[in-house]
């Protein structure tokens, strides 16, 4: 891979959403190319001050199911049901 798959992958990264030979090329990649580094830390900071001063947000009941629904028919895997504060990890079926 290169950089500019590598930049592609810095907000799953930083989410915490790669796995396998995927997070181990993006750690070796990052580890040995400083701006991806850089670009990589920049967005983990940037979302860490963002979690810090933002208080968490209740969804609507209503738009809680909405989205449910959505997201399960347009065919991601993992979604049951999207509760008020839950934080959501999906996958997209490939088609």
């Known amino acids: 891979m290169n950089c500019q798959e590598c930049v592609e ?31 990589f830390e920049s967005e983990r900071v ?8 933002l208080p968490m947000v209740a969804l609507p009941e209503s738009l809680a199911r909405a989205l449910s629904a959505l997201l399960r028919e347009g065919g991601y895997l993992g979604v049951s049901r999207v509760s008020p504060y839950q934080v959501v990890q999906y996958q997209a079926i490939p088609h």
Do not use: M, N
């Open 46 to 53: 940037i979302k860490q001050f963002i979690q810090q001063r």
């Open 9 to 39: 992958r810095i907000t799953p990264a930083v989410d915490h959403y790669l796995r396998g030979s995927e997070k181990v090329w993006f750690e070796h990649h990052t580890l040995h190319c400083p701006p991806c580094r850089q670009a």
